[in-house]
């Protein structure tokens, strides 16, 4: 075996990357009052904003796109689709959705209603979103280790057995419709849940009777790092491991923007015949006929391919890899960062970066910014302006698209990265100066902090 892992693919469409200098960025940056969201992606270079609906499709996909039927009903598109999904995921309902929130959205109608608890390792923040605007209660339970980015553990992803058991055993399933597993945890870093935690989860969920929904959008990856981390898994194969996984779900919710390596869409699967029914009413309402649940016939024939490419192992090998080189030559010159690294992005721990910066100056702001004026480089902030004065941590995610970047991209980011961390004592908070009554972090401005 030679150590040097490439990419496992070779490149035949290319889309050029426009450069611009320091000083344009710096006015880019002062029009869009220091929001990354607000600069147009053309004048972005490295775009780390997220590796949603941001991945390179295949040969095969597109390919395979052309193959799309796009009638309204019973379009063998949808046929291929299902075939897919179930291939990996074993449900006996395939709902297609146009993305992993409308799964969420129709799940959370029809199985919560008001005071209803879902527990969930780590609510996403559309999950908790969608959960809360059906008037139930979002509780997240990670483990201990979870809260704290230097710790080395690895399945960081874990939900608290425990508490889960005590909250079901206290609430029961009146209150408790379902129970969610979010593989992996975004919002806790890209950590991995581990197969002995969604057996034990599962285990407890039985006990009463409630059923367990997976939260799929990352888990190829989930799988893979199982394969790499947990005793027992090193000869199966991810697809193996991802049987498992699903095998002790009673449904799940999916983004195929993420492990599903298209553009857009998702669904929601269910082996409950009359959830699924009541969720088929509300999807012809909300996202159309089942057949197609808000897709085009080309999109539910890229997502079929796209799972089981998501499932390469040759393929998982570059992403996790890439992945942890960046995190690797960050944190050797002593960036602080979310250990270990997630599979999908690395979280930059802002307020480690820039101590000279309080939570209520926004460091994870203005390390996104310095970012950008240094190299181009899109990030996102996750902390006291997307969460407010609770936020526990400000963290800066890089995420990394899947199949888009090269090697020398990420080494280029490395670079950036270590400039700004070299005349970190530069940088200067920042105060708003116009904020939107909720999820403000996509419109929020700002100006340097006066003092
Ligand atoms: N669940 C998780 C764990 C997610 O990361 C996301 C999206 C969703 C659900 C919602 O899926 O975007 O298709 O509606 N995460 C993106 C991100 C937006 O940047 O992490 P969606």
Redesign the pocket.
């Known amino acids: 075996m030679h150590k040097t892992i490439i990419e496992p693919f070779r490149i035949k469409s290319v889309e050029p990357l426009r450069r611009t200098t320091p000083e344009e960025r710096r006015a880019l940056l002062e029009h869009a009052g220091y929001n990354l969201f607000s600069i147009a992606s053309e004048s972005i270079l490295i775009d780390l904003?997220?590796?949603?609906?941001t991945a390179a499709m295949s040969t095969e996909q597109w390919a395979a796109m052309m193959r799309g039927d796009e009638s309204y009903a019973g379009s063998p598109s949808f046929a291929r689709f299902k075939a897919a999904v179930q291939g990996i995921f074993g449900f006996r309902h395939v709902i297609p959705t146009?993305?992993?929130?409308?799964?969420?959205h129709i799940l959370f109608t029809v199985m919560c209603r008001k005071g209803s608890i879902v527990p969930n390792n780590t609510h996403?923040?559309?999950?908790r979103a969608n959960c809360e605007f059906r008037g139930a209660e979002a509780v997240d339970l990670p483990i201990p280790e979870a809260r704290e980015p230097s710790l080395v553990h690895p399945f960081k992803g874990n939900m608290d057995a425990e508490r889960l058991a005590a909250l079901l055993e206290r609430e029961g399933r009146e209150r408790v419709p379902l129970v969610m597993l979010?593989?992996?945890?975004?919002?806790g870093g890209g950590q991995p849940v581990s197969m002995a935690n969604i057996r034990a989860v599962k285990e407890i969920c039985a006990k009463h009777s409630i059923p367990l929904y997976v939260?799929a959008?990352?888990f190829a990856e989930n799988a893979y790092f199982i394969k790499l981390r947990e005793p027992g898994y090193a000869d199966k194969t991810p697809r193996e491991i991802a049987r498992e996984i699903f095998s002790y779900a009673d449904g799940c919710?999916m983004?195929?923007?993420?492990d599903g390596l298209a553009n857009?869409?998702?669904f929601l699967g269910t082996n409950d015949d009359l959830i699924a029914q009541q969720e088929k009413d509300l999807l012809i309402l909300t996202e159309g006929f089942p057949t197609y649940g808000g897709l085009a016939g080309r999109d539910l024939e890229a997502i079929a391919v796209g799972l089981n490419e998501a499932l390469d192992e040759d393929y998982l090998n570059y992403r996790i890899a890439s992945t942890a080189y960046l995190a690797e030559h960050i944190s050797r010159e002593g960036v602080p960062i979310m250990q270990p690294p997630g599979g999908?992005?690395v979280y930059i721990d802002a307020r480690a970066f820039l101590p000279h910066i309080p939570p209520a100056q926004f460091p994870g702001v203005a390390l996104a910014a310095a970012l950008y004026v240094e190299g181009g480089i899109r990030s996102?902030e996750i902390g006291t302006l997307m969460f407010g004065e609770h936020a526990a941590m400000d963290l800066v995610?890089l995420?990394i698209p899947r199949r888009v970047y090269t090697q020398s991209h990420i080494d280029y980011v490395v670079e950036v990265i270590l400039e700004v961390w070299r005349r970190r004592g530069e940088i200067r908070g920042l105060e708003i100066t116009y904020q939107a009554p909720f999820l403000r972090h996509f419109t929020a401005r700002f100006r340097p902090h006066s003092v």
């Open positions: 904003l997220t590796d949603s609906g146009h993305q992993g929130r409308a799964a969420e996403f923040d559309t999950t979010t593989i992996t945890n975004n919002s939260d959008c990352r919710t983004s195929a923007k993420k857009i869409g998702g999908h992005a996102v995610r995420a």
